[in-house]
């Protein structure tokens, strides 16, 4: 276990805390009466250990499972669509399929691309606004857990779940365009910016040829 611990990063601590504090005070919201003597009874460091279990649980499903198998793909296939009837591409399957990748292998591809092309820094400024990203999309993940945890086995709830639910999609939503527009970001940088012969390199290194993109 402590050698578990010391590979965690600080990013990730502070998003299982996150994740399980407020997991926690979605549920005092619902019904503190029945919430409160729970947390009372179980003291602050234990409350706090569940805390971090509890969000450690609901960030691996969210991050490994839902992102992996669905989340990701649907902003991939969501900023294709929207820039479907545009000129200029900035979107991750239409740039790497313009460089022999598949739709299919889009995703692995990508990441692997931004960590040749972008150095240390720009990875750096890069992933704090993924991180931004990914803490709206786990708000909403959370917030639709405690609406199902609530309706199947909070009696009384003083708060409608509706609201609760409305707020996460749209959470989600602005989640969904935050990330849409980080991408376009970095597609600007990679096709504008970053230069041929750096990007020929880098698709060496993943395993397919870069086709040069005249620039808009």
Not at 77 to 105: C, D, G
Request: glycine share 4%.
């Amino acid at each position: 276990m402590g050698e578990i611990l010391k590979r965690l990063s600080i990013n990730k601590v502070v998003r299982y805390f996150y994740a399980g504090f407020l997991f926690l005070i979605g549920l005092i919201i619902y019904n503190k009466t029945e919430i409160l003597p729970i947390i009372k009874d179980l003291g602050s460091v234990n409350t706090a250990i569940c805390c971090f279990a509890i969000g450690a649980f609901f960030y691996t499903i969210y991050r490994y499972v839902i992102g992996e198998l669905f989340l990701y793909w649907l902003v991939y296939i969501i900023h294709w669509l929207i820039e479907l009837p545009l000129k200029e591409k900035l979107n991750v399957i239409a740039f790497l399929r313009e460089n022999n990748v598949s739709f299919t292998k889009s995703r692995i591809y990508y990441n692997n691309l931004r960590r040749y092309i972008f150095n240390e820094e720009e990875r750096k400024k890069l992933d704090y606004a993924h991180s931004e990203i990914h803490m709206m999309y786990l708000t909403s993940f959370v917030l639709v857990i405690t609406v199902l945890y609530s309706k199947h086995f909070i009696e009384n709830s003083i708060i409608n779940n509706s609201y609760i639910l409305i707020a996460g999609i749209v959470i989600f939503v602005a989640g969904i365009i935050m990330d849409v527009q980080q991408h376009r970001i970095e597609m600007r940088k990679m096709k504008y910016e970053i230069g041929n012969e750096r990007l020929r390199k880098s698709f060496e290194n993943i395993g397919t040829n870069y086709a040069p993109q005249q620039k808009i």
